[in-house]
């Protein structure tokens, strides 16, 4: 059984700057990436950030230059630095770590006010 658990969420006003944590925990031997999809009202589940075991980033188009991704392999723990927010922005974020299947957190809410 794994378990994810994000954190950090919260109300910001645009250009402002958030981080965002997850940690997985339970029965993991090997996570292949962790990352971060996000799901505004009304719209699907969109890919936001991943990083690789390895090191190896990928970033949306939209969040290219204002957000990072970065990991802790020994704590299972991904981060998520947001900074130059907009309300485009605002979504639930979810955290996706992949390991033999996908696991996903309950989410957390961003909220970035104009």
């Known amino acids: 059984q794994v378990q994810v658990v994000e954190s950090g969420g919260g109300l910001v ?4 700057s958030l981080r965002l944590s997850c940690a997985a925990s339970g029965s993991i031997f090997n996570i292949n990436s962790m ?18 075991n390895t090191g190896n980033t990928r970033y949306a188009d939209s969040v290219k230059g204002r957000f990072t991704i970065s990991r802790d392999n020994a704590k299972n723990t991904v981060w998520l630095q947001m900074n130059s ?9 979810y955290c996706r770590v992949l ?4 696991y996903w957190g309950q989410g957390t809410q961003v909220t970035v006010s104009s």
């Open 13 to 16: 006003q645009t250009g402002g």
């Open 85 to 93: 927010l907009l309300p485009e922005d605002t979504a639930v974020y």
């Open 35 to 52: 990352g971060w999809y996000r799901q505004a009202p009304g719209k699907e589940r969109e890919f936001v950030a991943r990083v690789t």
């Open 99 to 102: 390991i033999t299947n996908v």
